[in-house]
């Protein structure tokens, strides 16, 4: 069975049809990149598959290990093992990470019938993904996301991720934004996670991504729809010629 | 709209925890307000001469005022010739011993400990102090606990009509004394007919061994609470109070028009914190209290310190600016407030603070919290007078919004006489925003509990001003309050 099987999903955004058809299938295991143009709906797959609410589901369906995800709320889907990295992780002023990571988890943990995390069991695991993705401890101390720079933000997400441990990990331009250091020190951590259980979704502008993540599937998106599914080496070629020609027969 | 905004909209319908009503014989003063009326409650509390004519002073000033129009609420008229100016239950006790076991029953439903017991069995564990509670409950005051121990230091804790009889050389120096009876409407009503509070005073040099702290209850129907609450922190001394007050729920407005005063000597600290609960209405705003206090307080001496710490999440109005006067030189006030408004609740609060004395300094951290159709207001009043040179105030004023029907006001008044005065306001309104609740909900944690993570972040401020028992039990209310905002 797939881990995640997308059939003929099309969704709107105010009335706005975005996607327009996607079919999708993800096994356990794989890393699949989808790359786009802007506007041509890569973050609204993100986002519903995760569940937001400002999307509309028109048609189509979703199978998360062969149960229906649409039909759950948000917060399930997360409980589920369904992880989105935020394009734009949002501040929450005066909730330390640590608060807020253990609220999580213990959600998480409640959803399986396990009793919550004991506090030393808890701080062990944090340090141990905190070197896993090489976050730095101060970060963790400080209100989740307040005050972080643009790559601490992303790396929060990745250390999140790490903690977690989702069964699918769905990642929106999570490069965007990021100088050199910062893209290769999250790439890493991604790598750290790859794990034949766990699925990748990189949705990314760019290529340069995907020369530190190397993906097992790339698909080009555009117009809300997927134009032309291949290999790696689907990455390099678009780097090449630009998405302007898949345009031109999307359009 | 959307789902969370259902959600929010829900959240903000709470039922009230502490709406139950208890059945005791009770007698009660027939309503309306006259000078008989007056005389009555003195009489009731066999009050002194000169007590009594004190209040029939302040009863004259108040024939003579309007009631204030300036606050951003809206209520009908009162008519105060409606309202029971005088409700206790009959049995009066002469000791805890003594006290109603329905009344017992009562506080224990409340979560107030009315015994003693943790303390004699020397159970509490070493630097965990214990808190002494004086519980009023209507018009008079039914126990104050740990009495004795507190004597042994020389400290009085008793309710305000003891102390009139007990200590009238301290009551008659101090009652009024920040407060005078004709400050406001409010304030000279409350001087006719007060009924019971609390009366504090630690001597010289001593720091209170224990929290203290006063549960005013709500009881009887048609009837409004006049507390009336003095402490005295003499010079160097130091002490930490608290106040909870609920009522049942009923479909009339009841008047609860408090009197708290303040006065800390040379060196002397006065931390004061309040959870205020009382009935805030049904969501369409019927019933609630009308919350009409005036409290303040007055840092007499060089280097003393008040205070004020505030958790209002209920009555249906309220308007309260707790303030300081700092006389004193090198003398601090400190303001933190917490205020939630939801359902139909207004709110029009705040602080003053009053720079007198050279090198005075002042804090202000208010946090206001609206949800489903709630009002709020921040006003606050920062003056400098002439002599104060060296003065320093840092004032914050945060609102935040839940769903889209309520609003937050800030009023801020600078007025700085003197030309060393070095004053900040700082102020934002931001929105929970469906981007942070999905946030949280996409890590797995349900919408409720994100809500009440995020208004907690945001409160962080000042809960980490309140006593560590109160600082929990002031994070579950607001868990309570806000249940339901979103769904």
């Not at chain 2, 008989?36 to 509390?45: H, L, N, P």
């Not at chain 2, 006065?263 to 969501?283: F, L, M, R």
Request: charged share 25%; glycine share 8%.
């Amino acid at each position: 069975m797939a881990m995640l099987e997308i059939k003929d999903l099309h969704a709107a955004v105010e009335g706005e049809e975005i996607l327009k058809g996607i079919n999708l299938t993800i096994n356990a295991g794989e890393v699949h990149a989808i790359m786009g143009p802007n506007g041509s709906g890569k973050s609204t797959l993100s986002k519903v598959l995760a569940g937001h609410e400002g999307y509309e589901v028109t048609g189509g369906q979703v199978l998360f290990e062969g149960r229906d995800l649409l039909e759950l709320a948000p917060e399930e889907r997360a409980r589920e093992g369904v992880f989105l990295g935020f394009q734009y992780p949002v501040e929450i002023p005066g909730v330390a990470n640590t608060y807020f990571l253990k609220a999580a988890v213990n959600a998480i943990r409640k959803h399986r019938g396990e009793s919550e995390i004991d506090a030393m069991e808890f701080l062990k695991l944090i340090r141990d993904r905190m070197k896993m993705v090489k976050m730095d401890e101060a970060l963790f101390k400080r209100p989740v996301n307040e005050g972080f720079s643009g790559g601490e933000k992303k790396r929060n997400e990745i250390f999140q991720m790490a903690v977690l441990e989702p069964k699918l990990a769905i990642l929106d331009e999570t490069d965007s934004g990021l100088d050199i250091d910062a893209l290769r020190s999250v790439s890493e951590g991604v790598n750290a996670l790859r794990d034949p259980e766990r699925s990748f979704l990189l949705i990314t502008h760019y290529q340069r991504l995907l020369n530190y993540i190397q993906p097992d599937f790339v698909h080009v998106l555009v117009k809300g729809q997927i134009v032309k599914s291949g290999g790696k080496e689907l990455a390099q070629e678009l780097e090449q010629s630009g998405y302007a020609l898949f345009e031109e027969n999307a359009a | 709209m959307s789902a969370s905004t259902d959600t929010i909209n829900e959240l903000t319908r709470k039922g009230y925890e502490y709406g139950f009503v208890t059945d005791i014989e009770q007698e009660s003063a027939p309503p309306g307000l006259n000078e008989d009326t007056v005389r009555f409650i003195s009489a009731k509390k066999e009050e002194p001469e000169w007590m009594l004519e004190w209040r029939l002073e302040a009863y004259r000033q108040w024939l003579e005022m309007a009631s204030p129009n300036w606050a951003h609420v809206n209520y009908p008229p009162i008519d105060f010739q409606s309202i029971s100016y005088y409700a206790a239950p009959k049995n009066q006790p002469k000791s805890l011993d003594e006290v109603d076991p329905k009344l017992l029953e009562t506080y224990e439903k409340l979560g107030i400990p009315m015994h003693e017991r943790e303390m004699l069995a020397g159970v509490a564990p070493e630097g965990r102090s214990n808190v002494a509670v004086d519980a009023v409950f209507d018009s008079v005051s039914v126990g104050t606990t740990y009495k004795d121990k507190l004597a042994e230091k020389g400290i009085i804790f008793c309710s305000m009509s003891e102390a009139v009889r007990e200590h009238p050389e301290l009551v008659k120096k101090y009652i009024g004394s920040v407060v005078p009876r004709g400050d406001n409407f409010f304030a000279a009503l409350n001087s006719a007919v007060f009924s019971d509070g609390s009366f504090v005073y630690i001597p010289k040099g001593t720091r209170c061994p224990m929290e203290l702290s006063t549960y005013f209850r709500m009881n009887a129907g048609h009837t409004g609470q006049f507390e009336r609450t003095l402490i005295i922190a003499d010079e160097g001394a130091y002490v930490s109070y608290l106040e909870g007050c609920t009522a049942p729920m009923r479909d009339e407005n009841q008047l609860h028009a408090a009197v708290v005063e303040l006065v800390a000597h040379k060196d002397a600290e006065i931390k004061y914190s309040t959870v205020q609960n009382w009935y805030p209405g049904d969501e369409n705003g019927k019933g609630g209290i009308f919350n009409f206090v005036t409290k303040r307080g007055l840092c007499e001496g060089a280097n003393s310190k008040i205070s004020w710490t505030q958790v209002e999440t209920g009555s249906a109005i309220t308007w309260k600016y707790p303030s300081c006067v700092l006389r004193g030189d090198n003398s601090v006030g400190e303001f933190y407030s917490v205020a939630v408004t939801r359902g139909r609740q207004q709110a029009d609060t705040g602080t003053k603070m009053i720079h007198m004395g050279k090198n005075t300094r002042s804090t202000i951290i208010s946090k206001g919290i609206s949800a489903g159709h709630g009002q709020q207001s921040y006003r606050g009043l920062v003056r400098v007078l002439p002599a104060a040179s060296g003065a320093r105030n840092y004032s914050q004023c945060d609102s935040m919004l839940i769903g889209d029907q309520c609003g937050a006001h800030t009023f801020p008044y600078i007025d700085a006489q003197h030309p060393s005065a070095q004053i900040e306001h700082e102020a934002t309104t931001s929105r929970i925003s469906e981007d942070q609740l999905f946030y949280c909900m996409q890590r797995g944690i349900g919408a409720e509990e994100a809500v009440s993570l995020i208004v907690n972040g945001f409160c962080k401020d000042v809960f980490k001003t309140l006593p560590m028992e109160f600082a929990v039990e002031a994070q579950k209310l607001l868990e309570v309050t806000l249940e339901d905002s979103v769904g």
